[in-house]
């Protein structure tokens, strides 16, 4: 990620992945898929990544996605 933009991009697109298995249509056996995350690199910036995630997703941030 190299400017602000990116973030907003990357916040919008995860959000949008965690709340499609909220949705009463959505096929069951394509959830496991969409709620898993592949983040490259062990370094700085790789584990901060992940840590963002996760403290996204515990915060409850799901809830203010209607």
């Known amino acids: ?3 602000i933009n990116d973030v907003f991009v990357l916040r919008n697109y995860i959000k949008n992945i965690l709340g499609k ?9 394509l959830i496991y898929p969409l ?5 490259v690199g062990g370094g700085f910036n790789g ?13 409850g ?5 209607n």
């Open 47 to 59: 584990i901060e990544n992940v840590g963002e995630l996760n403290h996204f997703v515990k915060d």
């Open 1 to 3: 990620m190299r400017t």
């Open 35 to 39: 709620l898993t995350f592949v983040i």
């Open 21 to 29: 298995p909220l949705e009463s249509n959505y096929q069951s056996d």
């Open 61 to 65: 941030q799901l809830k203010k996605l």
